[in-house]
């Protein structure tokens, strides 16, 4: 009896070890992603960086909790709003950066930008530029794997603002019917460019969106990172199984206008405010862990080294040399 009650005890010691382990790797993550968003803001302010630039500032606990749900071979695709979906699929901040600053050394050569970066190695298949394109190519994806009869599952990734666009509802009803293998992750964050959801939609619970088909769905607070973590696992087990897809509504906010030219006058600073006191990803993730007896050095040793990461990846961008003239010419045909 004693024994088993030892063995008791070293279980949930190590399963706590665990947990603490796992939210401690979240927690920088998240933080590298905040940081390394600040620094673009910083960049592009500066002019470095041109075109469009969306900030993922606030909502960075959805991306980080899906990634710890997903396993190698698994694969994500979003829209415009990815530089904290590239971080946390693993891709290199300094690439990154450098794709965002147009620079040779950037993950598409310098010709993406902010909106348009791909990874091969990492099943990272883009941000889009067009309102719910990934969510049909985040099916075919899905229908992919289907068709080679791999466990593989596609996160496919969108807003509320595409959550009622035509090629939403045409993907959910392919999903369905063939089952396949695609967890669709609708970030809310409250607003389409400035339009709030409550003038937008009359679906009031987006993860009912999906019922039509058979879909089965969840809200989930995109502000706890273990929340998405949970969740995420159920969904991706439920489509791992051969249950076809599963949409999840993470209830999420970003802090940012809708871009770096958004001046966000369409909501109260009140409401920004009362976001970042009371619901930030990041800080309630640093609370859980000095609740698990981590302690103030840990965490600022992980500020410090993200602060340096990133400082890194911004002066690899500066240096990278722009994409010599012929690059026009590439990437543009492939040759049957």
């Known amino acids: 009896m004693a024994q088993a009650a030892g063995r008791s005890r070293r279980g949930k010691k190590q399963e706590a070890s665990a947990d603490r382990d796992a939210l401690l790797q979240a927690y920088r993550m998240m933080v590298l992603i905040r940081r390394f968003e600040e620094r673009a803001g910083q960049l592009y302010g500066m002019g470095l960086i041109g075109g469009f630039c969306h900030l993922y500032i606030g909502q960075e606990a959805v991306v980080v909790g899906m990634k710890m749900a997903i396993e190698d071979g698994d694969e994500v695709i979003t829209s415009y ?14 690439g990154v950066m450098a794709e965002l600053t147009g620079r040779r050394d950037g993950y598409s050569h310098g010709k993406g930008g902010s909106m348009h970066m791909f990874s091969k190695e990492r099943n990272f298949f883009g941000g889009h530029g067009i309102v719910g394109a990934q969510v049909s190519l985040g099916t075919g994806l899905a229908f992919s794997n289907w068709y080679r009869g ?8 969108f807003g509320e603002g595409a959550s009622n666009q035509g090629q939403t509802f045409e993907s959910f009803n392919l999903a369905a019917l063939m089952k396949l293998p695609v967890v669709y992750i609708i970030e809310n964050n409250r607003y389409g460019m400035g339009t709030s959801i409550d003038r937008a939609s009359a679906s009031k619970d987006l993860s009912k969106n999906g019922a039509p088909w058979g879909i089965p769905g969840m809200q989930v607070d995109g502000m706890d990172v273990l929340a998405v973590r949970d969740a995420g696992m159920h969904a991706v087990a439920h489509c791992r199984a051969g249950n076809g ?22 909501r109260t600073r009140e409401e ?15 609370q859980k862990l000095e609740g698990m007896g981590v302690d103030e050095a840990m965490l600022k040793s992980i500020e410090d080294e993200v602060r340096a990461q990133v400082q890194q990846a911004a ?10 003239a012929s690059e026009l010419y590439t990437d543009v045909l492939l040759e049957g």
Do not use: C, W
């Open 245 to 266: 897809p599963y949409l999840l509504e993470m209830k999420t906010y970003r802090y940012r206008g809708h871009s770096m030219s958004d001046p966000a006058r369409y």
């Open 272 to 286: 920004v405010q009362d976001m970042r006191e009371h619901h930030d990803s990041i800080q309630q993730a640093r």
């Open 150 to 157: 791999n466990d593989r599952v596609s996160l496919t990734y």
């Open 315 to 324: 002066e690899f961008a500066q240096q990278s040399p722009e994409p010599e």
């Open 81 to 94: 709003r990815d530089h904290g979906h590239m971080l946390a699929s693993g891709m290199d901040p300094r």
